[in-house]
């Protein structure tokens, strides 16, 4: 009985290809033993030398970045923050990103299908530092991380304030401000927000934040303060804050 023919290896093809194959003739009963051996021989040294595909990382790439201790940053790393920013969490509160489309609806106090406000959510805070954004967006282009922040709150998902950067960073330096809506007021929410955005400010390598407020705004004085600012002057009605964000320790909102 004639066997059928087996394909025995010869050559490689490119990297990444399959072998490039040559038919022999398998050997009949009658054939010697050591032509049988020889033909095994080839076929194990073909194995041997054939590419097989290096294991490749599902997303593609040979490394994929785990989170690095940057608390409230979505679950991304150091290295994967310096992306843009678009949520961040806190223990009450969810700080979003907006965008210029969501911006116009704030100031325009006309809120869409999926918004979820706060009865006086926006108030008239609210509408100057979104209007601020929507000004610097149409000039420089997309803020974020440095951009403006609508402040949910996570137990009933509803809007009630913003926080944001007041500008692009300058030499290790930027500016902040906030607001909430009357009702969600004396909570420490606002505190909780700015210690969020701290940390934004120090994983992209800002040394410095600051802050003004009025002399007659007592509330948001405690606010900064809570946050870990200090005053360090004033500017005829304005009392100004910094905080330094290498500095030994800053307080947690209480």
Request: glycine share 12%; with cysteine.
């Amino acid at each position: 009985m004639v066997q059928r023919p087996s394909r025995v290896k010869t050559k490689l093809g490119p990297a990444g290809q399959r072998p490039v194959y040559v038919d022999d003739l398998a050997p009949n009963s009658r054939q010697a033993p050591g032509r049988m051996r020889e033909r095994q021989d080839a076929n194990a040294r073909a194995s041997r030398l054939a590419v097989r595909p290096r294991p490749r990382n599902p997303l593609g790439h040979a490394h994929v970045p785990r989170r690095g201790g940057v608390i409230g940053l979505c679950g991304v790393s150091r290295a994967a923050s310096l992306l843009p920013v678009t949520e961040l969490q806190t223990p009450r509160l969810c700080l979003h990103a907006i965008d210029t489309a969501e911006g116009e609806r704030i100031i325009g106090r006309r809120a869409g299908a999926g918004d979820a406000w706060a009865e006086d959510f926006p108030f008239d805070g609210d509408v100057i530092g979104v209007t601020a954004f929507l000004t610097a967006t149409a000039a420089h282009g997309d803020q974020r991380p440095f951009g403006h922040y609508r402040i949910t709150r996570t137990a009933d998902g509803k809007a009630i304030g913003g926080i944001g950067f007041k500008g692009r960073p300058d030499d290790g330096c930027v500016g902040v401000g906030y607001g909430l809506a009357p009702s969600a007021r004396g909570h420490g929410y606002a505190a909780e927000a700015l210690v969020a955005l701290l940390k934004v400010a120090a994983d992209h390598g800002l040394s410095r934040v600051v802050a003004d407020t009025t002399g007659d705004n007592v509330a948001s004085q405690r606010t900064l303060e809570r946050a870990g600012f200090r005053q360090i002057g004033t500017n005829d009605d304005l009392y100004l804050y910094e905080v330094l964000l290498d500095a030994p320790s800053r307080p947690a909102p209480q």
